[in-house]
């Protein structure tokens, strides 16, 4: 039953990063179209900005998901790094306990927001196939997609970690990796 | 309420919550409990604090940055930098300090710029036979021109923050890049000469000609962001573009150091580090929003000109202040979460704010060098293989010079101030 939840989660990491890095290349390549279209062809194009700014969002939020999983994101981590076993088991359960809650009720307002704005439109971008206006919502749909994966993220990143500490005592599964700039 | 945020929240950074996640949980109580505000807005900011045309240079920037770290860049600028300092002695040690100010002006982030020149100049510089701890703490130090000089992904979150131009920001930090630069250019040759260090540094440079001719297209980089945007040509967003696609073509196609291998891990890193930065600037568009309606800016800006009367005692307890902050949390998240508190105090005691923007800067991006968490800090330790105690001796003269830098900055608003009136 673990075994097969984990192989879900790790399946859905893999492909919100990779959703997410393909809306990062996208919206280098919408936003180069603006340029050149400003530069080169002296007509700016009226649907590239507010394209690149909603694959932006879409890309941060589902990002977000995936530090969470990472453990990447930023914290002091002061008291973290000073604890052992029980108590560093107890502090990463409040966190992850508060960081569910804060996420819920995003997901929840992210849910009742996109609700509301469906028959909003998104100026200057229609949809390239039907013609139509494309919705609000669509962007709006971002915050509680991302909430939702991120919720998963938590979960999978405490499992991660109190396994850790209970093996290890204190040993820490953040990423080597620098993230800051 | 706005006490209640604001405890809620330094209590929740103490106990290790994520910035991100602490912000929004004090402002989610404060409307909860507070306000008859319905939590639907929690949603609406969140997406409006980071719907903004402006703001996408960030996520621009840091793939720029990681595009140039790998792209074979660095030990051009390295040869080219030490055909112009590096023919006396202590030079591979000075070429370090304008290696790391040429980096700065195509890299908006201070961390890409200590590991693409910090891996080069390093160990270059244990084998001139320097000082393992010397080079780690110069590197470091050095590196935090990688966000004074621009572009700069701290000035983007400034400006965005506080409500400035951001073009302004970028012109406004030439002046203080300089004067930190020419300050660690001079300490580092005068503690070469004291020690003894560096006496054979001339030997295997370029001639400048043919560093020059080698580093010219990573030299035509900041020609065209930063002219483009002094001309008005740009906007930062426009040239943030720009420079990914200039650093790809270039890294990929003529310098061939990233493969099509390598793309992936940089797109990956770059999605993180936005988005980790992008939700702490969401939560606390959220935040700023419920303290700014509640009126708390003018309130802490009545109180504190209340408590302290000049702007120069202002400016001196704000820099301590600062100080403390950078210490522990990081620069980006600091300036998020600050300016928009402290910069309108900052203009009713007649200070201007970009002035203010770049103090704030220089100052938190010290944090990155101060320990106990300073990620350049642990970027230059981890190249040169050493741990955080053996540089610290070694790191305190450093920082004494760009506190020295930084009071200059801070009284002398001309050294931030005196490009921006020649352009604007």
């Known amino acids: ?181 | 309420m706005t006490s209640f945020m604001l405890i809620v929240m330094v209590a929740l950074f103490a106990l290790s919550v994520p910035i991100a996640v602490a912000v929004a949980a004090a402002s989610i109580g404060g409307i909860a409990f507070f306000t008859s505000m319905p939590l639907i807005v929690v949603a609406q900011k969140l997406m409006t604090s980071i719907d903004s045309f402006p703001l996408m240079a960030v996520p621009f920037f840091i793939l720029a940055g990681n595009l140039m770290e790998a792209g074979g860049i660095s030990r051009r600028l390295v040869d080219f930098a030490k055909s112009i300092v590096g023919n006396v002695q202590g030079g591979l040690a000075c070429s370090c300090v304008l290696t790391c100010m040429i980096f700065a002006s195509v890299s908006g982030s201070s961390v890409a710029t200590t590991f693409a020149i910090g891996a080069i100049i390093i160990p270059a510089m244990i084998q001139h036979n320097y000082p393992k701890d010397f080079a780690a703490a110069l590197q470091a130090t050095s590196a935090e021109l990688g966000v004074v000089i621009p572009p700069s992904i701290p000035m983007i979150l400034y400006g965005v923050s506080a409500e400035v131009s951001i073009g302004e920001m970028f012109i406004a930090g030439i002046g203080p890049g300089l004067l930190i630069g020419g300050a660690l250019t001079l300490f580092t040759y005068v503690t070469c000469k004291i020690n003894g260090w560096g006496k054979d540094d001339r030997e295997g440079n370029l001639g400048f000609l043919k560093a020059t001719e080698r580093a010219a297209l990573a030299l035509i980089m900041p020609v065209i962001i930063i002219g483009g945007i002094y001309r008005g040509v740009f906007t930062p967003t426009e040239a943030s573009v720009v420079a990914v696609f200039y650093a790809f073509i270039i890294g990929m196609f003529v310098y061939r150091a990233i493969g099509w291998r390598d793309v992936g891990p940089i797109l990956r890193k770059s999605v993180l580090s936005s988005a980790v930065i992008m939700f702490i600037i969401a939560a606390a568009g959220l935040f700023s929003f419920l303290i700014t309606r509640a009126g708390v800016p003018a309130a802490i800006g009545a109180w504190i000109s209340g408590a302290i009367e000049s702007p120069w005692l202002f400016l001196l307890a704000i820099n301590l202040f600062l100080f403390v902050v950078g210490m522990f949390i990081e620069t980006s998240a600091s300036i998020i979460v600050l300016a928009p508190i402290l910069a309108p105090v900052a203009v009713h005691f007649g200070i201007d704010p970009v002035h203010f923007g770049i103090i704030m800067i220089v100052n938190l991006a010290l944090g990155m060098v101060t320990p106990p968490f300073g990620v350049n800090l642990f970027a230059a330790c981890q190249v040169a293989g050493l741990s955080l105690e053996q540089i610290i001796g070694r790191l305190v003269p450093f920082v004494l010079v760009i506190l020295a830098c930084l009071m200059v900055i801070t009284y002398v608003p001309e050294v931030p101030l005196f490009f921006r009136s020649l352009v604007y």
């Not at chain 1, 507010?50 to 589902?62: F, G, N, P």
């Not at chain 1, 306990?97 to 804060?102: P, T």
């Not at chain 1, 709006?140 to 994966?149: E, K, N, Q, R, S």
Request: contains cysteine; glycine residues 8%.
């Open chain 1, 1 to 181: 039953m673990l075994t097969a939840l984990s192989a879900i989660e790790r399946f859905l990491m893999r492909w919100t990063m990779r959703l997410a890095m393909t809306l990062l290349v996208l919206a280098a390549c919408v936003s180069l179209w603006q340029v050149v279209t400003r530069f080169v062809f002296s007509e700016p194009s009226t649907w590239s900005e507010v394209t690149a700014r909603s694959l932006d969002i879409w890309m941060v939020y589902l990002g977000v998901a995936v530090a969470f999983r990472q453990g990447a994101l930023m914290a002091v981590e002061f008291v973290h790094q000073r604890l052992h076993g029980a108590a560093r088991i107890l502090l990463v359960a409040a966190i992850s306990g508060l960081s569910l809650g804060v996420l819920a009720v995003i997901a929840w307002a992210g849910w009742e927001m996109a609700g509301r704005a469906r028959f909003q439109m998104l100026a200057g971008v229609e949809n390239p196939f039907t013609g139509e206006g494309i919705s609000i919502a669509m962007v709006y749909a971002a915050i509680p997609v991302g909430a939702v994966l991120s919720m998963v993220g938590v979960v999978a990143r405490a499992a991660e970690e109190i396994r850790e500490v209970r093996r290890t005592g204190a040993a820490d599964p953040a990423p080597q990796e620098i993230y800051e700039v």
